[in-house]
């Protein structure tokens, strides 16, 4: 596998993994019926450092890593992670998630967090548990799942 920064010309395999994981609405606080436009505009807004992950040339999944606040709290990084459907379970989050720790402590971050785990996501909550991050703060019923109803998410936190 190759974790490397995103070009411009992946921008179609990467929408072809974001779009549909947005659109299930049940990982991401974030309208689920963007328009193609709306898509790229968040996954690979400037303040995202997006990288790709690849497996024999063919992108498999995708992350961004940017500071989590400004000011005061910009020394604590954010990502988020998408794995394309056929590639789970083959490692691809781990291992961008191992590639962003590395990355963000590079770029001086001492601290990475994410805001909105949602708790039915129970893959990756364990994953995030397997590689040292601590569930600091539950936020009752914050996300809306389509077929759960509403359900906890987890504020989530690891030391670099």
């Known amino acids: 596998m190759i974790i490397r920064a995103a070009a411009d010309e992946d921008w179609p395999h990467i929408f ?9 609405g049940e990982t ?11 898509v790229k505009a968040y996954w690979m807004m400037p303040a995202h450092s997006v990288f790709v992950a ?10 961004y890593l940017m500071a989590n606040q400004r000011g005061g709290g910009a020394h604590v990084a ?3 992670y998408m794995v394309s459907p056929e590639a789970r379970g083959q490692g691809v989050a781990r291992s961008m998630c ?15 967090q994410f805001n909105h785990v949602v708790s ?13 991050f ?26 670099l």
Request: proline share 5%; aromatic share 10%.
């Open 16 to 24: 072809a993994i974001v779009q549909p994981i947005l659109a299930a």
């Open 28 to 38: 991401y606080a974030i309208d689920r019926d963007l328009e193609p436009e709306a």
């Open 54 to 63: 690849e497996i024999d040339h063919r992108i498999v999944g995708t992350y």
């Open 78 to 80: 954010n990502c988020g």
């Open 98 to 112: 191992l590639h962003s720790l590395d990355t963000a402590q590079d770029r001086g971050f001492r601290a990475m």
């Open 120 to 132: 039915t996501n129970t893959r990756a909550v364990a994953l995030w548990h397997a590689l040292g």
């Open 134 to 159: 601590e569930v600091v703060g539950t936020l009752p019923k914050a996300f809306k799942h389509p077929t759960h109803g509403y359900v906890d998410s987890y504020v989530m936190f690891r030391s």
